[in-house]
């Protein structure tokens, strides 16, 4: 029976498998490690692998890695399935009970921004360490490992470059006590290219910023405030002038990226991921407000930073791997606004992997 088992819709569902039908078949019989599998990414690939199994007969067996699986099986009972293995771990302590997986997706970090420095040293070395417990269990005779960096690596923006390219490099400011997450994932993607140097076949995604069922709605992901402000009837309130510019990719869109580089990926070779269609924060607020039928845009912050802008190229994944997003930002709103209101306007955030 092809459900979702995660609430998402199950039409949407079925296109994304069927889409990615050619690469999700080369996981007949696979092993995969999921780290961070009941945070929001993590949710989906968990629903997307269940489904394409149930569909295409692909015989998978997934270990999905949780520091809190109970609380996460409470919530979403159809995860408690035969091919799931749950493993109740902090990713810095990963003994998985099997040695050795076919296929790896490592995602376990907290995206959290904090000034504290002491959370931002933990967050630093949950993301190295796990990353070299993750390669660690792959074993010898993996053939995928996907790691999903960020678009965080590349630091501020510089001022006449309004999108970032993978060969760019900017240094986080010297002394910022919260740049443990992007120095944590320049420094897992360094492990991660000197594992493939002796042949693991690791894959890097740097994820930019996203739209989807499963998101936060309640923490510092602008668009979810919005949608959840403008679902429920009330103002949204932009806490700047408005000006950043930020851009958003569908989850699913997002989800054929992130299988087809893990399958179809070069090595050590990084993708950025996301959408290249830029937009304001005052756009942005504009948009929601009048697809998800919200009161009003309020403006209350003072005057940003002009080089405040988190938008990737993507021509390498377009160019490399065929993959451009299909789902524009209006649509992606109204999808995703939708799903907020089934789920009785009440907020849906993701569980911490």
């Known amino acids: 029976m092809e459900i979702s088992r995660s609430g998402l819709d199950v039409d949407e569902l079925n296109l994304l498998a069927r889409t990615l039908e050619p690469q999700l078949r080369t996981l007949a019989g696979a092993s995969i490690l999921i780290t961070g599998a009941t945070g929001w990414f993590g949710i989906w690939f968990l629903d997307l692998l269940c489904f394409a199994d149930d569909v295409f007969k692909l015989g998978v067996r997934i270990v999905a890695v949780s520091r809190e699986p109970q609380r996460f099986l409470a919530r979403f009972r159809h995860f408690s399935d035969p091919r799931?293995?749950?493993?109740?771990?902090?990713?810095?302590?990963?003994?998985?009970?099997?040695?050795?997986?076919?296929?790896?997706?490592?995602?376990?970090?907290?995206?959290?921004?904090?000034?504290?420095?002491?959370?931002?040293?933990?967050?630093?070395?949950?993301?190295?360490?796990?990353?070299?417990?993750?390669?660690?269990?792959?074993?010898?005779?993996c053939k995928g490992f996907l790691f999903l960096s960020s678009g965080a690596v590349y630091g501020p923006a510089l001022r006449d470059c309004p999108r970032y390219f993978e060969d760019q490099y900017v240094p986080s400011p010297a002394g910022a006590v919260n740049s443990g997450y992007a120095e944590g994932k320049r420094a897992a993607e360094q492990i991660c290219v000197a594992a493939g140097s002796i042949g693991m076949p690791v894959r890097i995604a740097r994820c930019f910023a996203f739209v989807g069922p499963h998101m936060p709605f309640d923490k510092h992901f602008a668009i979810g405030n919005f949608i959840a402000d403008a679902s429920s009837g009330r103002p949204i309130r932009v806490k700047s002038d408005g000006k950043p510019v930020r851009s958003y990719m569908y989850m699913t869109d997002l989800m054929r990226a992130l299988i087809v580089i893990l399958i179809d990926g070069a090595v050590a070779r990084p993708y950025n991921v996301g959408s290249d269609v830029a937009v304001t924060v005052e756009q942005l607020a504009h948009c929601v407000d009048r697809i998800a039928g919200?009161?009003?845009?309020?403006?209350?912050?003072?005057?940003?930073?002009?080089?405040?802008?988190?938008?990737?190229?993507?021509?390498?994944l377009n160019r490399e791997l065929r993959c451009q997003p299909e789902v524009a930002l209006d649509a992606a709103v109204a999808r995703t606004a939708g799903w907020y209101r089934a789920k009785s306007g009440g907020s849906m955030p993701s569980l911490k992997g």
Do not use: M
């Not at 990963?94 to 420095?117: M, N, Q, R, Y």
């Not at 403006?299 to 802008?309: F, K, L, Y």
């Open 294 to 316: 919200g009161s009003g845009v309020l403006i209350e912050g003072a005057a940003s930073d002009p080089t405040d802008r988190y938008v990737p190229d993507t021509g390498r």
């Open 84 to 141: 799931i293995a749950w493993l109740k771990a902090d990713v810095r302590h990963l003994k998985p009970p099997v040695a050795g997986f076919s296929h790896v997706i490592h995602g376990a970090a907290d995206t959290c921004i904090t000034p504290d420095a002491d959370v931002s040293l933990q967050l630093f070395e949950t993301i190295v360490e796990g990353t070299r417990r993750a390669l660690a269990a792959a074993g010898p005779n």
